[in-house]
């Protein structure tokens, strides 16, 4: 083999790895994809789940205790959300509690027009 050849085979042999390295790269691209096609699927399969459970729909007990759980979430979730309102409007001071729909004593939520909290019985001052 002459020096052209050898220099034409490592030319090729050279061509072989990129070659090689750019179809790895793209497998990587490809399996990274229907991963995150996957993860959404099961997502999928949570949400259909999670709206049998709320439908009241009979569910493996395993999965059941997953809905409880974020039912349990959702609920401590809107908590915080009504405790955030709640302290945004005491912090700027121009909103009245009561006519923002919670007790001043307490912070409970209060029915419209209530005239006594349900929580601390207080009465309510419009
Ligand atoms: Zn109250």
Redesign the pocket.
Known sequence: MDFMDKMSEWAQKISDKTNEVVEIGKLHASNFSKNEKANELKKQIGEICFSKYRAGDELDPEIENLCAEIKKLKGQIAENERTIRRMKETANGTVDMAAAGF?P??G?DLAKDARF?A??G?EIVR
Do not use: G, M
């Open positions: 007790c004593y307490c409970a909290c929580r601390c207080k």
